[in-house]
C-alpha cells in the first residue's frame, strides 16, 4: 500500500526557502552563461513568425530559413550600432565647445553664489573638493563596474545570435523533450502553458520596441523644436537608454543635458532639455506603458519593481532588462497548475486600466470600488453597526 507522507508547514516553509536560496545561488553563479541563452530564447519566440514566413510562403528549408532570420537579426543591430558610431563620432568632435560651456554655466553659478551668500571662489572650490573627495572615488567603483557589467553585456551579445540559431534549428526537438518529460494527460496543459509563454513574452518584446520608437521619435522632434544640435542621436538614446527600467532614463537625462552645451551657453537650452523629458516621461508612463507593455503582462507594478531590483542585483542591467518576461513566463506557469494558483493572483494585476470620458479611453490609476460595479468588493471587509458607529464617533 502507498503511503503519502504529510509534513507539517514548518518544514514545507523549509524546503521551499532552501530551494529558492539553491536556484537563485545557482543563478547568481551561472548568470555569464544563462545570461545570453535566456536572451536568444526571448528573441527566438519573436523571430518565430519571421521562420515561418519563410518557410510557408518563400518556400525556403527549414535550416536556411532559420540562417535568413537570425541574419536579418544581426544586420538590424549592426546597422543600429554603425549609425549610432557614426553620430558620436561627430558628437566627441564638439567636446572642447562643451567643456568651455560648461566652465561658462560654473562662472555663473560660482558668480552666483558669491554675490548672495559671501563665499568666495576659493571657499566653494574647497567645499566641493571636499565634498567630492568620497563620492569620486565611489563614482569611480560605480563607473568601472558600470563599464564592466556593460562590457560583459557586449560579450554576451554575440553568443545570442548562435544561441538563437540553435534554439530556432531544435525548436521541435525541444518540444519532443518537453513532452517526453510529462505523462500524456499533461500534454494538453502543457501545450497551453508553452502557447501562453510565446503570446506573453512575444507581446511584451513587440511593445517595448514600439514604445522605444515612440520615445525616441517625439524625444528627437522636442529636441529639434528647441533647436538641440544632436537631435537625432538624443533622441535615439534616450529611447533605447529607456528599455532599463528606472536608471536607463536618468543616463539619457544626464546625456542630453550635457550635449545640449554643444550649441549655446544659453540656460534656456538647458531648460528645455529638463522639460521635454519630462513631457516624454509623463506621456510614456501615463499612456505607452499602460496601454503597450504592461497590459501585455499583466503584472503589477510592485511584483514589478521587486522583480526588477532582484534581476539587477543577480545580473546587472541584463537582468533588470529580464526580471518581467521572467515573472511574466513565472505567472503562465502559476495560473495554469493548480496548487500555485494564488501566487499567480498575487503577480497578476487584475484592476482596469482604462476608463472612458465621453467616449476616449486613458489610463486608470486612482479609482474607487464604489464607483465602479464591475469591481468585487473585497470579502473581508469590516461591517459595523448603527450603535457602533455611535459609540466610535470619527477622530
Same mark, same amino acid.
Given at each position: 500500500?502507498?503511503?503519502?507522507?504529510?509534513?507539517?508547514?514548518?518544514?514545507? %516553509?523549509?524546503?521551499?526557502?532552501?530551494? /529558492?536560496?539553491?536556484?537563485?545561488?545557482?543563478?547568481?553563479?551561472?548568470?555569464?552563461?544563462?545570461?545570453?541563452?535566456?536572451?536568444?530564447?526571448?528573441?527566438?519566440?519573436?523571430?518565430?513568425?519571421?521562420?515561418?514566413?519563410?518557410?510557408?510562403?518563400?518556400?525556403?528549408?527549414?535550416?536556411?530559413?532559420?540562417?535568413?532570420?537570425?541574419?536579418?537579426?544581426? /544586420?538590424?543591430?549592426?546597422?543600429?550600432?554603425?549609425?549610432?558610431?557614426?553620430?558620436?563620432?561627430?558628437?566627441?568632435?564638439?567636446?572642447?565647445?562643451?567643456?568651455?560651456?560648461?566652465?561658462?554655466?560654473?562662472?555663473?553659478?560660482?558668480?552666483?553664489?558669491?554675490?548672495?551668500?559671501?563665499?568666495? @571662489?576659493?571657499?566653494?572650490?574647497?567645499?566641493?573638493?571636499?565634498?567630492?573627495?568620497?563620492?569620486?572615488?565611489?563614482?569611480?567603483?560605480?563607473?568601472?563596474?558600470?563599464?564592466?557589467?556593460?562590457?560583459?553585456?557586449?560579450?554576451?551579445?554575440?553568443?545570442?545570435?548562435?544561441?538563437?540559431?540553435?534554439?530556432?534549428?531544435? @525548436?521541435?526537438?525541444?518540444?519532443?523533450?518537453?513532452?517526453? %518529460?510529462?505523462?500524456?494527460?499533461?500534454?494538453?496543459?502543457?501545450?497551453?502553458?508553452?502557447?501562453?509563454?510565446?503570446?506573453?513574452?512575444?507581446?511584451?518584446?513587440?511593445?517595448?520596441?514600439?514604445?522605444?520608437?515612440?520615445?525616441?521619435?517625439?524625444?528627437?522632434?522636442?529636441?529639434?523644436?528647441?533647436?538641440?544640435?544632436?537631435?537625432?542621436?538624443?533622441?535615439?538614446?534616450?529611447?533605447?537608454?529607456? /528599455?532599463?527600467?528606472?536608471?536607463?532614463?536618468?543616463?539619457?537625462?544626464?546625456?542630453?543635458?550635457?550635449?545640449?552645451?554643444?550649441?549655446?551657453?544659453?540656460?534656456?537650452?538647458?531648460?528645455?532639455?529638463?522639460?521635454?523629458?519630462?513631457?516624454?516621461?509623463?506621456?510614456?508612463?501615463?499612456?505607452?506603458? $499602460?496601454?503597450?507593455?504592461?497590459?501585455?503582462?499583466?503584472?503589477?507594478?510592485?511584483?514589478?519593481?521587486?522583480?526588477?531590483?532582484?534581476?539587477?542585483?543577480?545580473?546587472?542591467?541584463?537582468?533588470?532588462?529580464?526580471?518581467?518576461?521572467?515573472?511574466?513566463?513565472?505567472?503562465?506557469?502559476?495560473? @495554469?497548475?493548480?496548487?500555485?494558483?494564488?501566487?499567480?493572483?498575487?503577480?497578476?494585476?487584475?484592476?482596469?486600466?482604462?476608463?472612458?470620458? @465621453?467616449?476616449?479611453?486613458?489610463?486608470?490609476?486612482?479609482?474607487?470600488?464604489?464607483?465602479?460595479?464591475?469591481?468585487?468588493? $473585497?470579502?473581508?471587509?469590516?461591517?459595523?453597526?448603527?450603535?457602533?458607529?455611535?459609540?466610535?464617533?470619527?477622530?
Amino acid at each position: 500500500m502507498n503511503e503519502t507522507l504529510r509534513f507539517p508547514f514548518y518544514a514545507k %516553509l523549509a524546503f521551499i526557502l532552501i530551494s /529558492l536560496i539553491a536556484l537563485t545561488y545557482m543563478f547568481y553563479i551561472s548568470q555569464d552563461i544563462l545570461v545570453p541563452v535566456i536572451f536568444a530564447f526571448l528573441f527566438a519566440i519573436l523571430l518565430r513568425p519571421v521562420v515561418l514566413f519563410l518557410k510557408t510562403k518563400l518556400r525556403f528549408p527549414h535550416v536556411l530559413a532559420v540562417v535568413f532570420t537570425v541574419l536579418l537579426f544581426v /544586420l538590424a543591430v549592426i546597422g543600429l550600432l554603425i549609425f549610432l558610431s557614426f553620430q558620436i563620432s561627430d558628437f566627441t568632435e564638439d567636446w572642447d565647445k562643451i567643456q568651455q560651456n560648461f566652465s561658462i554655466h560654473l562662472a555663473n553659478i560660482q558668480e552666483y553664489v558669491r554675490s548672495h551668500f559671501n563665499i568666495s @571662489r576659493t571657499e566653494q572650490q574647497q567645499y566641493l573638493k571636499d565634498a567630492t573627495k568620497d563620492s569620486m572615488k565611489t563614482g569611480k567603483e560605480l563607473l568601472g563596474n558600470t563599464l564592466m557589467s556593460f562590457t560583459d553585456t557586449l560579450v554576451n551579445l554575440i553568443l545570442v545570435p548562435i544561441y538563437m540559431f540553435l534554439i530556432l534549428l531544435y @525548436r521541435t526537438h525541444f518540444m519532443k523533450f518537453l513532452c517526453k %518529460l510529462f505523462k500524456s494527460e499533461h500534454h494538453a496543459k502543457l501545450e497551453d502553458i508553452v502557447t501562453q509563454i510565446k503570446v506573453a513574452v512575444k507581446g511584451y518584446i513587440t511593445g517595448l520596441i514600439i514604445e522605444m520608437i515612440l520615445v525616441s521619435v517625439l524625444t528627437t522632434i522636442g529636441f529639434m523644436i528647441i533647436g538641440v544640435k544632436y537631435a537625432i542621436l538624443l533622441g535615439t538614446l534616450t529611447g533605447l537608454l529607456n /528599455l532599463i527600467p528606472y536608471i536607463g532614463i536618468l543616463f539619457a537625462g544626464v546625456l542630453s543635458i550635457v550635449a545640449s552645451l554643444t550649441g549655446s551657453p544659453d540656460l534656456s537650452i538647458i531648460v528645455g532639455v529638463v522639460v521635454v523629458n519630462l513631457i516624454v516621461q509623463f506621456i510614456d508612463n501615463n499612456i505607452f506603458v $499602460p496601454m503597450i507593455v504592461s497590459s501585455k503582462v499583466q503584472i503589477n507594478a510592485f511584483v514589478s519593481i521587486i522583480g526588477i531590483i532582484i534581476g539587477g542585483a543577480l545580473a546587472g542591467i541584463p537582468g533588470m532588462f529580464l526580471a518581467i518576461p521572467l515573472i511574466a513566463i513565472l505567472k503562465v506557469i502559476f495560473d @495554469r497548475i493548480t496548487p500555485l494558483e494564488p501566487w499567480g493572483y498575487l503577480v497578476g494585476d487584475d484592476l482596469p486600466k482604462t476608463y472612458q470620458w @465621453r467616449k476616449i479611453k486613458f489610463p486608470l490609476y486612482n479609482f474607487d470600488n464604489d464607483s465602479n460595479p464591475d469591481i468585487q468588493k $473585497p470579502f473581508f471587509t469590516e461591517t459595523t453597526t448603527k450603535a457602533e458607529d455611535n459609540n466610535n464617533p470619527p477622530i
